[in-house]
């Protein structure tokens, strides 16, 4: 006899018949990742009076929300518009950040009571943990009837007749709309796998290339030396590489550089680009420069005056050749200096990689997808949501607003 094994709070009938002789269970939508996007969706589509089965193949539901924004979750950003993504077709955005707003997941939120703040930038986060919001999908998928499966392997999937055959740890499962929130690759460890992306192309639609992006740069050996020794320091900076420019905060690390700035920017930058760090945005270097001309004192402590911590501003003068006395600076020299603080050029040799990435740049491509309905143009009834798709935000609640905009698009059409 086979009954199915539920976990979860929002699964409470049986998937399975009791007999066990029905095993080709037909469902109007199965969701495939219960993870943000997913269990939006899954919601939506639910409350639609749609019968949803969600599947995850990890014991724990959601467990990116739960790490995310240092355990509160950053879970939308105020001002979320099209600019603040990246992705091969920039407009495809617009139509679902439209039709699910930040305000709309404000709402949500407030209707469950759960407490937030504005950190910074519009960066909204929870008061408590992120299991709120965890939770409060939850229930919401409860609610809407929705039901779950984690755990689940899925092995093959077809096309057939009525939709879509998965075969399945818990044996063939069918549905009229087959809905992909498998998320990216980064942090494999807690269940990342590569398994939209090949669904993707099972099916004939084709990805744009996937890197690690959000993510702390490494810098070359001698780099490395020289400013390994100040890990930890933090300064104001705006970042530049390609395209992208963001004042932030950079934070020196054993490898290399990482920051709010840097990981903006991580996104922008790629291999044999150079990172262009102005260190002193707010002034204007030459000028300051010019008015201590002659001073006895060390350019290392007069830049204490920009609170540059001693050690750091030590390590970095050696390195760009000015750790002297401001009066041992001719003019030249002081022109020279003002452009490297303003423009210093510096070439890291590669990221840290999926293991500390918060997100995969590229994905499904744009043009394969309805950006009114996120289904696949042609492929009646497959639909991609969330951070599987080439749409990758900026640091700061941009990708859950994305997920959540993407997996309400989806389910009021799946
Ligand atoms: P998500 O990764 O949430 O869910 C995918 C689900 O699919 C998972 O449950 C996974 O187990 C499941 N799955 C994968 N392969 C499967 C398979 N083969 N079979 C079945 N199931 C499978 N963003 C933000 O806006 N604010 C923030 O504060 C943060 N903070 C943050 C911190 C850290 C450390 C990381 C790594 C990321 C963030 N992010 C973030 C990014 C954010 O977490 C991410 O963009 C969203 O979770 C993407 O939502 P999805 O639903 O698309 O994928």
């Not at 589509?45 to 924004?69: C, F, N, P, T, Y």
């Not at 600019?83 to 707003?101: I, K």
Request: with cysteine; charged share 20%; glycine share 10%.
């Amino acid at each position: 006899m086979l009954y199915a094994q539920f976990t979860g709070r929002c699964a409470d009938r049986p998937i399975v018949d009791r007999n066990g002789k029905d095993r080709n269970l037909q469902f109007d939508v199965i969701v495939i990742g219960a993870g943000a996007a997913g269990l939006m969706c899954a919601a939506t589509a639910g409350q639609r009076g749609r019968k949803v089965l969600l599947l995850d193949h990890a014991a724990k539901l959601a467990e990116k929300i739960r790490i995310s924004g240092g355990g509160r979750c950053n879970f939308t950003n105020l001002y979320a518009k099209f600019d603040c993504y990246l992705s091969d077709n920039p407009h495809f955005c617009r139509s679902a950040l439209a039709q699910y707003t930040p305000q709309d997941f404000i709402a949500m939120v407030e209707r469950h009571g759960i407490a937030y703040h504005e950190k910074k930038l519009g960066q909204l986060f929870c008061d408590d943990g992120s299991e709120r919001i965890i939770a409060m999908l939850d229930e919401e998928c409860r609610q809407a009837g929705v039901e779950r499966r984690m755990e689940t392997t899925i092995s093959q999937v077809a096309r057939v007749e009525s939709g879509y055959a998965l075969q399945t740890s818990m044996g063939e499962l069918r549905a009229e709309s087959l809905v992909v929130a498998t998320g990216g690759l980064s942090i494999p460890q807690i269940g990342a796998t590569p398994f939209g992306y090949q669904l993707a192309e099972q099916f004939g639609l084709p990805l744009t290339p996937l890197t690690p992006a959000l993510v702390p740069l490494t810098f070359h050996v001698e780099d490395a030396d020289t400013f390994s020794p100040l890990a930890g320091v933090s300064l104001d900076v705006e970042a530049r590489a390609g395209k992208g420019k963001f004042r932030e905060n950079v934070l020196f690390t054993h490898k290399g550089v990482s920051g709010p700035a840097i990981l903006q920017i991580s996104s922008y930058w790629q291999p044999g680009m150079e990172l262009t760090l102005n260190l002193l945005p707010d002034a204007d270097a030459e000028a300051w420069l010019e008015e201590r001309a002659g001073s006895e004192q060390l350019i290392s402590n007069a830049l204490g005056e920009f609170h540059w911590p001693k050690r750091f501003a030590e390590a970095w003068l050696d390195r760009e050749g000015f750790n002297k006395r401001l009066k041992d600076l001719g003019l030249k020299q002081r022109k020279q200096l003002a452009e490297s603080l303003h423009r210093w050029r510096v070439k890291p040799n590669g990221t840290q990689g999926y293991k500390k990435a918060e997100v995969t740049l590229g994905g499904v491509s744009t043009k394969a997808l309805s950006s009114k309905t996120m289904m696949a143009a042609d492929v009646p009834g497959l639909f991609f949501i969330g951070e599987v798709v080439d749409v990758t935000g900026w640091l700061g609640g941009y990708n859950f607003q994305w997920a959540w905009s993407s997996g309400y698009v989806a389910g009021m059409n799946c």
